[in-house]
């Protein structure tokens, strides 16, 4: 207690609540001054569009938001630091032209604006200052996704199965003329060089002058998987031999070789794997080549065991 009554009588103390004193009056000073001078602040207000009919559909990107720059005292303005913005709601019905135009004029703008804030503030501007909106009350008109794509998968990976759309259709809304000239949308352009693993990506649409396309992007699944090596015993068949001829292989089998999806290693493939009885004719050494006719589009760099095997000739 000594040490506490000792401390808050000192002359250090006593300088200490001094300067602190002088400091509280001097921001109570400068807050008055400040609240009761004018001011100009730049506040973004939301915006809407209300009272659309349901038959009506939006073309054009509505904003987001308004911006205005107000003056007046800060303590008029002191409300808006704690986002009590007033919102700018356009009604529909006030403005639109029947024939598929909604404009607000910059006088209109500012008079609306204006009316959300009290009569000793200033509007000094606001941005944007005018609308120019269109509408549709034509029903929408459904098209195919074309994709533009190029996608280059890295080395020893393949592109296995179909590309995957989240939408493959969809709706485009414009005026009757515009719409019967329109087939299909096209997105834009994916790029994607060295894939190493399923892409899926969100892509938009290139765009269409005075329309509006639902939904405006979709998502896009490019199946992308390793190749890994697979052996595969493959018989070999003997073609273009005579009636009455039979013709036995040495061996009946030869291994195949091949890169294949991943995805793919346990399935059994469809190879299939020839001798032609004509090279026998020809070739006289006793050994007959061996090719391949056959393979699945998924397999890549086929090779055999063997190129050739050997042959007797059996006639009934």
Known sequence: MRTWAAWRHSRRTNS??????????????????TLNSETQKDLTLPFSLSSIPDSTTIISDLPQSIKVSVR???SSLLRYDFGNEPTVDVNFLEYFDGSG??????IEMLARVRKLFSNTTTVVAVLPDSLNVKYTSQPGKKVPV??????QPDFRYVINGSTIL??????VYSDQNTLGGITSVITKHIQANGVTDTLTTVVGFKPISGTKIVPNEITVRVPVEPLINKKQNVTID?????VGVNVVTFPSVVEATFLIPQSMYRKALNIR?????????YSGDGRIAVKV???PSECRGITLTADSVEYIIEKH
Do not use: H, Q, R
Request: glycine share 2%; proline share 2%.
């Open 16 to 33: 200490i609540l001094l300067y602190l004193t002088c400091l509280i009056i001097s921001f109570l000073f400068w807050l008055f001054l």
């Open 72 to 74: 007046d005292k800060g």
């Open 101 to 106: 135009n909604l404009k607000i004029s910059s």
């Open 146 to 151: 074309k994709l533009d794509m190029s996608v």
């Open 166 to 171: 989240s939408d493959d259709t969809v709706v």
């Open 238 to 242: 003997v073609i273009n031999v005579p």
């Open 273 to 281: 794997a020839v001798a032609n009885y004509n090279d026998i004719i």
């Open 293 to 295: 006719v056959e393979v």
